[in-house]
């Protein structure tokens, strides 16, 4: 994360999958996005912030962003769950387990368009290349770690290689406990994971801990799990604090928050990790 030169005081805080409807206490009424994302990043003193690649002004916001002091980072939907839901769920899932070679196959059909769109958004001047796949969630893994290893994580070395020559580094977002991912996603080239969605304050603490272990930076730290009240968000903050003062935290809400009372909360943590 340090080649991206991103600003920040006392450290880098941004914005990832929040919804333009729920930034209200902070961008105020309007009913344009664009307009609600760059007005919330001014407002919070944000570095940077994702933009959804398939989100319809994509293309505006990365210059937008840009041009505000913000670093955009283009998140982009992974080849599995295209897959996954055309068989139906359940049955996609269990054949991850019975006939992985078979999913691995039809992940390639979805490579090329997903490599074509993170070329298009390094051409844009989007600074990093987010691949959203989630893995896991709050009840544990959704696929097998031997089936992401073998299968996924050397396709999304394709696209993280793609994203290096076009001069952008390449992060990983998956909700849940991805410790046992975090050796392979590392070897795949990724210099940091969003994570956290999903996880109390204990279970992200042990994923920080564990990725800043293996040399890969982590994005997030304001757990929705943990927004419940003034009280609660200070208190999330200022473990937040201290854990952005080790190092290799690079402090965002987790992208589970859908509410303006959840965004009211992680002002006040924010606050918090600020003052720690």
Same mark, same amino acid.
């Given at each position: 994360?340090?080649?991206?030169?991103?600003?920040?005081?006392?450290?880098?805080? /941004?914005? *990832?999958?929040? &919804?333009? +409807? $729920? =930034? %209200?206490?902070?961008? /105020?009424? *309007?009913?344009? &996005?664009? +307009? $609600? =994302? %760059?007005?919330?990043?001014?407002?919070?003193g944000a570095s940077f912030a994702f933009v959804e690649a398939d989100a319809p002004y994509a293309d505006e916001a990365i210059p937008a962003l840009t041009d505000a002091g913000v670093a955009p980072m283009c998140a982009i939907s992974g080849p599995l769950w295209p897959v996954i839901e055309r068989r139906g769920v359940l049955d996609g899932l269990r054949a991850t387990l019975t006939h992985p070679g078979d999913i691995g196959l039809e992940l390639d059909e979805g490579l090329d368009a997903i490599v074509r769109v993170a070329a298009?958004?390094?051409?844009?001047?989007?600074?990093?290349?987010?691949?959203?796949?989630?893995?896991?969630g709050t009840e544990g893994p959704l696929v097998a770690p031997d089936f992401a290893i073998a299968e996924l994580l050397p396709r999304y070395d394709r696209i993280v290689r793609t994203a290096r020559v076009l001069g952008v580094p390449a992060i990983f977002h998956s909700d849940g406990d991805i410790r046992s991912l975090l050796p392979a996603i590392?070897?795949?080239?990724?210099?940091?994971?969003?994570?956290?969605?999903?996880?109390?304050?204990?279970?992200?603490?042990?994923?920080?801990?564990?990725?800043?272990?293996?040399?890969?930076?982590?994005?997030?730290?304001?757990?929705?799990?943990?927004?419940?009240?003034?009280?609660?968000?200070?208190r999330l903050g200022s473990s937040i604090g201290v854990m952005a003062q080790a190092g290799g935290l690079f402090v965002a809400d987790d992208g589970g928050?859908?509410?303006?009372?959840?965004?009211?909360?992680?002002?006040?943590?924010?606050?918090?990790?600020?003052?720690?």
């Open positions: 994360m340090d080649s991206l030169a991103l600003s920040g005081s006392p450290f880098p805080f /941004g914005l *990832t999958f929040v &919804p333009a +409807d $729920a =930034l %209200t206490p902070v961008s /105020g009424a *309007t009913e344009d &996005p664009l +307009d $609600a =994302l %760059t007005e919330a990043c001014r407002v919070l298009h958004c390094a051409g844009v001047g989007a600074r990093a290349i987010v691949i959203a796949e989630d893995l896991a590392h070897r795949a080239g990724f210099i940091a994971v969003h994570a956290g969605g999903g996880l109390d304050l204990d279970g992200f603490e042990r994923l920080f801990w564990a990725a800043r272990d293996e040399g890969i930076a982590v994005i997030g730290g304001l757990l929705t799990a943990e927004l419940g009240n003034a009280a609660r968000a200070e928050i859908t509410t303006p009372a959840e965004v009211a909360d992680l002002v006040t943590a924010l606050a918090a990790a600020r003052d720690t």
